[in-house]
């Protein structure tokens, strides 16, 4: 298998060979489906790596494993220069706290019947604090992060704008403190306007945090935007990867080259400008 082209001296996750394959029923047959076929991947230290491709490429298979909601058939992963037993929970959940989930929908993801401080106080239920006003001022401070404030922890999700529950998930995954951040799909649901601001908030985490973001995504506008590097899937293998510029702005296999193409003609570039981020 060719080395890969994004350097790995300074990656906090790696994954080698990872292979899935789910049997699926289809009216009265039964279908084994490879949804994942020897993919590498490469999460460098304090950097943004988009995963991008279309609809059943494998994105979210690779995310859940990632996760460790799902287990490889096959493969090996590194994390933090740990090698990790990915079929042992008792080792995934030993890192759990460090990689954290922001999806697609933060409506199905946030529990409506919680305001905001029991939603940012679920992950935290096994930290201790001192009194209910530490841990109160705690989740303030985590909402002041993405930009909301205290007065947001009192009310319910149904009460935010879209931008603002996905805000409110970005903080929960915070809470944390993770390494890793994966974002499956996080800015798709939203309007472009709003898009452009949770990308802006996800880059300034980036850099006040030293966070690694996973950043799946279908479209590419957001991915040129906020990702460092990229790697590119169809039908459960990556056919190409490397810095983002250059996947982006040159590539060369025929399948990103169309993907790319298709993109651009869909959600213009233009449309993620530095002004449209101001």
Known sequence: MPESPIDA????LTMRGIRKRFHVRKGMKHLDVQALDGVDLTLRRSKVLGVIGESGSGKSTLANI???????????????????????????????KDIQVVFQDPYSSLNPRMDVFHLLWEPLRHVPFDSKSALWEHCASLLDMVGLDEGALERHPHQFSGGQRQRIAIARALALTP??????????????SIQAQVLELLADLRERLGLSIIFIAHGLSAVERICDDVMVMNSGRVVEEGPSSQVLQAPIDTYTQRLVAVSRDIVPFKLMTEDALA
């Open 9 to 12: 001296s300074n990656a906090i």
């Open 66 to 96: 990632v996760m460790g909601l799902d287990t490889p058939d096959a493969g090996e992963m590194t994390f933090d220069g740990i090698d990790i037993d990915m079929h042992s929970r008792r080792v995934r959940a030993s890192i759990a």
């Open 179 to 192: 390494k890793v951040l994966v974002c499956d799909e996080a800015v798709s649901a939203l309007d472009v």
